[in-house]
């Protein structure tokens, strides 16, 4: 059991442009969780796969952002035409399915929007 | 929508002395409660949790926490600070039937040697 695992951990870009972030959940997590976190704020939910469907969706979930878990293991998280107020630190978790299971949440990806 | 209570951003503690961090939450139904502790530039791992059952519950590094249904509350307690325990602490709640978790703004702790 290796963790959640993220990738990239840091991630600069210019405003406009596309970043695509990954996560790799522990095996057999069938749910997968996207949280955003920004500066001296607690994380806020963005969405939540259970196997390969996406269940739920935050109104923080802009059109620009898409999230995807096409075989029901690692997801994706996309944001075309990046703004600077999607700087912030993007955690990611996973757990197994039933109702007392604890979230294990991966490092991050720090993404700064120039 | 389930929602949790975090006061005083910033807590400052005697290496040696209590850490006391209070939680307060609102749920419509009986609550699954949570605190995380976050290190610089990492994720979130889980100190403790509340589901059912003792309402006193003890986690990792000599942290503890107790429910109080009467009060709303899950504060979180440790007898004696150690300059490791320096870092951000979250509690938060798990609400809807998918389990997300609702956080607080956090806490920051700084021990003083």
């Known amino acids: 059991d290796t963790g959640v695992s993220q990738n990239p951990r840091h991630k600069i870009t210019k405003r406009g442009q596309n970043v695509t972030f990954r996560c790799d959940p522990i095996?057999?997590?069938?749910?997968l969780y996207w949280y955003r976190q920004t500066l001296g704020q607690g994380p806020e939910f963005l969405t939540y796969?259970?196997?390969?469907?996406?269940?739920?969706k935050s109104r923080l979930l802009s059109d620009r952002f898409s999230a995807e878990r096409p075989k029901g293991s690692f997801s994706t998280l996309e944001i075309q035409r990046t703004e600077q107020g999607d700087s912030a630190m993007y955690l990611c978790?996973?757990?197994?399915?039933?109702?007392?299971?604890?979230?294990?949440f991966g490092p991050g990806t720090r993404l700064l929007v120039l | 929508a389930q929602s949790v209570t975090q006061l005083g951003s910033h807590v400052s503690v005697s290496e040696g002395a209590l850490v006391l961090l209070r939680c307060n939450y609102s749920?419509?139904?009986?609550?699954?409660l949570f605190w995380y502790v976050q290190y610089p530039n990492q994720g979130l791992q889980l100190l403790l949790k509340y589901t059912t059952g003792a309402t006193l519950v003890k986690g990792i590094n000599g942290f503890e926490a107790e429910f109080k249904k009467s009060e709303t509350s899950f504060h979180l307690t440790k007898p004696s600070a150690h300059m490791s325990d320096a870092a951000e602490y979250f509690c938060?709640?798990?609400?809807?039937?998918?389990?997300?978790?609702?956080f607080g703004k956090g806490n920051q702790v700084v021990v003083i040697p």
């Open positions: 938060a709640v798990s609400e809807g039937g998918n389990n997300r978790l609702a």
């Open positions: 095996s057999e997590h069938n749910r």
């Open positions: 796969f259970q196997n390969e469907a996406q269940l739920e």
């Open positions: 749920s419509s139904v009986p609550p699954y």
């Open positions: 978790a996973s757990r197994k399915e039933g109702g007392l299971e604890t979230q294990y």
